[in-house]
C-alpha cells in the first residue's frame, strides 16, 4: 500500500496520529524537502529508505513507488500541509491508479489554518463573512477565468492566499482593483508553525511596504479581509435565547 500523508505545516507535532503511525511503519519514505520539517524523518524506523523528492521528476517518484510496492513494501508519500491543496498529488494518484496499485490519503493540517492559529484569529465572523477562499496569484502556473484575484476579491470574504508573497506588489494592486478598501486587514505569516514563525500585521495600502521591509519572499500565507478587523455578532450557537438539538431554551 501506498501512503500520501499530510506532514502539516511544519511543526512536527501537527502531523495526524494516523499520519505520524503510518511514516513510522513506512519502509519507504519519499518526502517533499523543500517543504516538509525534517524533523518528520525522526517517526521513520531504523533503516527506512528514504528519498528526498525534492530533486526527482514525476517519473523518478512513481518508479521509486512501483518498485517498492512490487516488493511488498509500504510506501509513505509525504507532502507538506494538506495534500488536497496544491499538493501536486493528482497526477501521481493517476499513475498509480493507471499502475492498479492501492494507494490511500491521510489528510494534514494546512498552512492556512496553521497561520490563522498563529495570529490567532477566526477565519468566519457572524455578520461579516461567512465564506473562506482558498487560492493563488497567478504566476508561472496560471489560473481559470474567473479565478484571478481581483475576480475573487470582489465577493468580499476572507481570502487565504498560498505560495504569492513573492509577487506582493501585484497581490496588492489585484486586491484593489477587485474592491477590497486601503484600510483592509492583510495579515501575511511566514513559516507558520515553524520555531521561526513571524506574523506581519497590515492593511492593504502599506502590507507591502512592510513584507518588503521584513525581506519575506517565501513560505508565507497572505490572509486578507475584514473578519481581521471589523465588530462581528456574537454567535448564536451559546446564547442563552437561541435553542437547539442540544440545549433548549433558556429557563
Known amino acids: 500500500m501506498i501512503y500520501f500523508i499530510g506532514a502539516g505545516p ?3 507535532e501537527l502531523i495526524t496520529v494516523k499520519g505520524a503511525r503510518l511514516l513510522a511503519e513506512a519502509e519507504v519514505v ?8 525534517p524533523a518528520l524523518l525522526d517517526y521513520c524506523k531504523e533503516g527506512a529508505e528514504i528519498h528526498n523528492s525534492a530533486g526527482m521528476s514525476l517519473k523518478e517518484i512513481i518508479d521509486t513507488m512501483v518498485e517498492a510496492h512490487a516488493k511488498g513494501k509500504r510506501v509513505a508519500r509525504v507532502h507538506t500541509g ?3 491543496l496544491f ?3 493528482q497526477e501521481q494518484m493517476d499513475e498509480l491508479r493507471r499502475d492498479g496499485i492501492p494507494f490511500s490519503v491521510i489528510p494534514g493540517v494546512s498552512s492556512f489554518l496553521a497561520a490563522a492559529a498563529a495570529i490567532p484569529h477566526e477565519l468566519t465572523l457572524p455578520g461579516v463573512t461567512q465564506t473562506v477562499i482558498l487560492t ?7 489560473v481559470p477565468a ?3 484575484l481581483s475576480s ?5 470574504a476572507t481570502m487565504c492566499i498560498f505560495l504569492s508573497v513573492h509577487m506582493m506588489a501585484e497581490v496588492v494592486k489585484a486586491l484593489k482593483s477587485g474592491g477590497y478598501t486601503p484600510d483592509t486587514p492583510v495579515i501575511v505569516v511566514e513559516r507558520a508553525s515553524w520555531p521561526e514563525q513571524r506574523v506581519i500585521h497590515g492593511t492593504i495600502e502599506d502590507i507591502e511596504q512592510k513584507v518588503m521591509e521584513a525581506g519575506v519572499n517565501r513560505t508565507a500565507q497572505i490572509m486578507v479581509g475584514k473578519a481581521f478587523g471589523a465588530n462581528y455578532e456574537p454567535s448564536r450557537l451559546y446564547d442563552t435565547s437561541f435553542d437547539h438539538t442540544f440545549r433548549g431554551p433558556a429557563q
Do not use: F, K, Q, W
Open 152 to 156: 475573487l476579491a470582489g465577493h468580499g
Open 82 to 84: 494538506d495534500p488536497a
Open 30 to 37: 519519499i518526502y517533499t524537502g523543500s517543504l516538509v520539517n
Open 10 to 12: 511544519g511543526d512536527p
Open 87 to 89: 499538493g501536486a498529488i
Open 136 to 142: 493563488r496569484a497567478e504566476g508561472r502556473t496560471p
Open 146 to 148: 474567473g479565478e484571478t
